[in-house]
């Protein structure tokens, strides 16, 4: 499976952004979708997590985002997506989605995850 992620830019802050991360090559379906991030001098962190097919639709958000940010999924399109509302400087960072089949309970942990896109920048202006 391949994974493109799109939508990053420049936002201000109080702003909103749309991420979307698009497979290829398989369906995503069995796979949990995550998203991590990774600001300059800083090691890359977890932002969210949505379940795979049949797993009960279940999210999980790093605590700097919850309440902000909304992980989706749409399988039929084969796309993850994180919705950002009321962002903050502190949210700039090149952002990532990933799939990964391990137990749920690490889908906080990026060794974990198989298949990584390219990343995508989103700066957030004071």
């Known amino acids: 499976v391949q994974l493109q992620a799109s939508g990053g830019g420049l936002a201000q802050a109080g702003g909103s952004l749309r991420l979307s991360c698009a497979a290829s090559?398989?369906?995503?379906?069995?796979?949990?979708g995550g998203w991590f991030r990774q600001a300059p001098g800083k090691e890359r962190e977890f932002v969210a997590a949505?379940?795979?097919?049949?797993?009960?639709?279940?999210?999980r958000y790093a605590e700097s985002v919850k309440g902000r940010f909304t992980i989706s999924r749409d399988n039929a399109k084969n796309m993850v997506y994180l919705q950002m509302n009321s962002l903050k400087p502190e949210d700039t960072a090149v952002y990532y989605c990933?799939?990964?089949?391990?137990?749920?309970?690490?889908?906080?942990?990026?060794?974990?995850?198989?298949?990584w896109g390219q990343g995508t920048q989103v700066t957030v202006s004071s």
């Open positions: 949505i379940s795979r097919s049949g797993y009960g639709s279940v999210s």
């Open positions: 090559g398989r369906t995503i379906r069995d796979f949990h």
């Open positions: 990933a799939v990964t089949q391990i137990v749920w309970a690490y889908v906080d942990s990026a060794p974990h995850y198989t298949t």
